[in-house]
T-cell receptor
Framework: GQNIDQPTEMTATEGAIVQINCTYQ??????LFWYQQHAGEAPTFLSYNVLDGLEEKGRFSSFLSRSKGYSYLLLKELQMKDSASYLCAVNYGQNFVFGPGTRLSVLP | NAGVTQTPKFQVLKTGQSMTLQCAQDMNHEYMSWYRQDPGMGLRLIHYSVGAGITDQGEVPNGYNVSRSTTEDFPLRLLSAAPSQTSVYFC??????????????FGPGTRLTVL
């Protein structure tokens, strides 16, 4: 299968910047998604990258390097409500493969 | 728009029982999928469909059946429930782009416990 790796847990302080990394197998890659999931809720879409480079959307940005099989999600000006799991998902053909998720805790 | 709806929200089954998890979407999306989410494992794809009458297996299809008779509905059937199927099940849908897939919209989930 296609392994996707993310750190299991991260902690950051309110107002700070945090970067969540994701690595994946490049063969068959069609695009990469980031989702946010609060505890007990469904995932919600954050960003989509298909070409190399940075996609910025408000406080959230996502970067992709296709040749390196690497992406990151950058969260700026962290708020308490950003405490959640962040899921990296790769589209391979008609399949979507999700990483294990990174649980982010934002401390006051 | 209701988006993606799932029923029931919670279910407890005994080993060997069968049941159907319902999923419906009102966004006219071609692509629909079922995932299970277990602690530390992320979302794993069970089955998916790219349109009415077309279904295919994902990463963990054993013990589950699906059908897609309409664009709107994509039920997931557990044939003979086992404790290993205790999980949270999410249904998702998305439009199909010309060259790549679009974002998936997820239902609220069904929390299933098999005793």
């Amino acid at each position: 299968g296609q392994n996707i790796d993310q750190p299991t847990e991260m902690t950051a302080t309110e107002g700070a910047i945090v970067q969540i990394n994701c690595t994946y197998q490049t063969s068959g890659f069609n695009g990469l998604f980031w989702y946010q999931q609060h505890a007990g809720e469904a995932p919600t879409f954050l960003s989509y990258n298909v070409l190399d480079g940075l996609e910025e959307k408000g406080r959230f940005s996502s970067f992709l390097s296709r040749s390196k099989g690497y992406s990151y999600l950058l969260l700026k000006e962290l708020q308490m409500k950003d405490s959640a799991s962040y899921l990296c998902a790769v589209n391979y053909g008609q399949n979507f493969v999700f990483g294990p998720g990174t649980r982010l805790s934002v401390l006051p | 728009n209701a988006g993606v709806t799932q029923t029931p929200k919670f279910q407890v089954l005994k080993t060997g029982q069968s049941m159907t998890l319902q999923c419906a979407q009102d966004m006219n999306h071609e692509y629909m999928s079922w995932y299970r989410q277990d602690p530390g494992m992320g979302l794993r794809l069970i089955h998916y469909s790219v349109g009415a009458g077309i279904t295919d297996q994902g990463e963990v299809p054993n013990g589950y059946n699906v059908s897609r008779s309409t664009t709107e509905d994509f039920p997931l059937r557990l044939l003979s429930a086992a404790p290993s199927q205790t999980s949270v099940y999410f249904c998702a849908s998305s439009a199909l782009g010309v060259e790549a897939y679009n974002e998936q919209f997820f239902g609220p989930g069904t929390r299933l416990t098999v005793l």
